[in-house]
């Protein structure tokens, strides 16, 4: 038996997640209120969120029990395969072994159903009937809305209007699963209006989709708000994907030199990486290399500093590495890491020293995808070619340095709804592009006056 | 442990595909050369395809070993998972239990590539370093591309005029995996030209781009034909399916009582039943059907005949169930059971009895895919939805019987690049249509002088 595609057998699938808060040597610094300047209280987020999922983005608990029916409902697409990418490893002809976890065999086709079925699940238990959110892309909204159909909740979501009228795929696949989608900015919400008022042709932005998705969610008691990334207890569920990999590569005796993934809000870098830096805090020799676009720089040109979550300042103010919330992203083809923060745990760990960021042009990282979809099958999502990008440069590493590693790194999803973007890189209209200092600095003007980090 | 996706260690991968033409209680009428009237020898065979796929067409053996290296090609997606549809049985509420095959694991989404995979690697064996093939919708172009790219080979899609401007994504999905992809009717074949001096804006046409293909194919040495379907080495390889679901049906202890997949040119439903309709032959008391569309019934309305394999009349003539040569179907959104004739091994098995076929509407099939979806996750392609339809029926009448039944299906791929088709049905543009008996009558002149079927 080789170990092209392996362990899928039940004993794979965790019973709890992992929560790396519990092994951090130094403990996060908290959220802030913007009003109190202090931390906020758990009722603070009752309108938003259920209190059973505050509890959790609060937990101190290193493990947290997987309710049978999620896993029940993960157990469609789960465990997911571990891959030995020979024909990768043989076209890049380097001293290293090449492991990933296949995220984009779930029924949306990416990692995002990890957390949206659980958030469902818990929704569901503290009696809501109805989630609201936004998405841009669509990655996330569809994943919502898979979730909450199977689990027998109502879903709508603001899609940013450019995204609506341009990637319809995405829009249709919530709608086959009976989400109601809009364009977002709508009439229905002050925030729309607002911002309709202004300019009627408005393309919309995740910070208005983000606004819009809250002010409902907390107008009917039966309904929250829910997101799919940054948050700590996003973290905590998608860490399914780095256990399930430990187990896996465990079964085969090995384990990684590096550990790779694409990072937008950070939530399948997260989810593949922290079970593998628990292990680096207890002294395991290892790389963790977290990979962002260069037109958005959070990790590599952003500071750690508060900032909102979002562009209207109704979120609390989290402490993250970030561009500013004014600050809006060229309309790169990988939308899911088009994300002005970065996930507080994420960022934490990165001032802590365990995880390496790099910053990748687009171009290198359709080239890299190209190259994994002529060898290994799978036509990557513009975001995790990100990865294989910073996968491809680690093993070019290892041969310049004549060293054996073995690499792990996740696939985070396919790319069939995003052919336009190889379409664009084939017929050469991709150009590279990073973002000019001056704009990063004009960006940072909108956290100029907020708390800094102690 | 439960069964909802279930044995995929290697050991359930064959080693062999089965050949039904080994175990048919009465021999298959010859394919018949259109001049000489008689059966055509491996060497009319010789400028389209490699003789050793030839002699795979012709070969009476029970099995034939599947090369190492497409058994390694294989490994990237095989073995599929089998599942339990168990959310669709509650919803149905019927004494049945479902189990299905997902061939849309595979790269380009479909069980196209078990074939495909074991055509490129014929063709290198015996020397031929570029395929030329054609499609429609583009499923079995894409699958062709990936396979060629995988061991090394060129390839070239003729793709269908209409097809390659609405469709972008499979086109898209070609040229990704390196295949030269150009809209048929092209202005480099004699074909293609005498298309054009009539009609320069002509849509194109299945029966021309498989012209355009074999011109081109039989031009240079170094290069042959490929085709998806319908003939008896694509029913072959197929098999995988079918041998793959015994093996993992048998672990679980089960065995079905209805056998059921969509059929076009024939290609998925055979891989998955013949290794059951050869227990039937062997006196297992099974039920095995075939679903086709109303709007193209080559099964339950062509007759059986003698005809050729495409419209301009260049392949020998088929003993098959088919509506003519000439026969256009209506542009449904299954594109892949637009074909005028059936694989002649599937009709031969329908005249003796083996399987029944069943004519769908392509409004209940819809109806019948978005439960699936909304049940099980997975959006099924709008093929794959004839066979959901027919599971759906199946388990209805078992409840008006009040009989226990397994219903085994073939989940032939997903439709995550056909939403269009689920937008059309979600906003209530798909209408009700069954081909008019006049029109069969008119496209069946076609074959009136044709030889008879002794």
């Known amino acids: 038996m080789t170990t092209k595609k392996t362990f899928l057998s039940e004993e794979f699938l965790p019973k709890q997640w992992y929560n790396l808060n519990a092994d951090f040597p130094k403990p996060m610094p908290p959220p802030l209120h913007p009003g109190t300047g202090k931390p906020p209280t758990p009722e603070d987020f009752a309108p938003i969120f259920p209190m059973n999922l505050v509890e959790q983005e609060m937990t101190p608990a290193r493990w947290v029990d997987i309710p049978a029916e999620v896993r029940e409902v993960y157990r469609i697409w789960r465990p997911t395969p571990l891959y030995r990418a020979d024909r990768l490893e043989k076209a890049l002809d380097a001293p290293v072994k090449i492991y990933f976890k296949n995220e ?103 910070g208005i989709a983000i606004s819009e998705a809250i002010e409902q969610a907390v107008q009917r008691k039966d309904t929250r708000y829910s997101l799919g990334s940054v948050l700590n207890h996003v973290m905590l569920h998608q860490t399914v994907i780095g256990l399930e990999a430990k187990k896996q ?39 963790v290399i977290a990979a962002e676009p260069t037109s958005c720089p959070t990790m590599t040109r952003g500071p750690y500093a508060y900032d909102f979550g979002d562009t209207n300042q109704t979120t609390p103010l989290l402490p993250m590495h970030t561009l500013g919330h ?129």
């Open 249 to 287: 590569l465990e079964a085969l005796g090995d384990y990684p030199d590096v550990v790779i993934g694409c990072a937008g809000g950070g939530s399948n870098f997260a989810g593949a990486s922290f079970p593998f830096i628990a292990d680096k805090i207890a002294g395991k020799q290892i790389q």
């Open 326 to 454: 004014d600050f809006v992203p060229a309309p790169i083809h990988a939308g899911g890491l088009r994300y002005h923060g970065m996930a507080p745990m994420v960022s934490h760990a990165i001032r802590l020293g365990l995880i390496e960021p790099v910053a990748i042009d687009q171009v290198e990282t359709f080239e890299s995808g190209l190259l994994f979809a002529r060898t290994e099958g799978f036509i990557p999502a513009p975001e995790t070619n990100h990865a294989i990008a910073a996968v491809i440069r680690a093993a070019k590493q290892a041969k310049e340095e004549g060293k054996q590693k073995t690499i792990f790194f996740n696939w985070s999803g396919h790319g069939l709804v995003d052919l336009a973007a190889y379409d664009a890189y084939l017929t050469g209209k991709l150009k590279p592009y990073s973002l000019p200092d001056e704009e990063i600095q004009r960006a940072l003007k909108a956290i100029e006056k907020l708390p800094k980090i102690a």
């Open 104 to 206: 984009g065999v779930s029924p949306p086709g990416s990692h995002k159903p990890n957390t949206a079925v659980a958030q469902a699940w818990y929704n569901k238990a503290f009696g809501v009937k109805r989630l609201v959110t936004e998405t841009g892309a669509g990655q996330w909204g569809s994943a919502l809305a898979f979730a909450t159909k199977l689990l027998g909740l109502e879903c709508k979501v603001f899609m940013v209007r450019v995204s609506y009228d341009q990637k319809p795929y995405r829009r249709l696949m919530m709608q086959t699963w009976g989400a109601e989608c809009v364009a977002s900015p709508t009439d229905t919400t002050e925030a729309g209006r607002k911002i309709l008022a202004k300019n009627p042709d408005s393309p919309g932005s995740l």
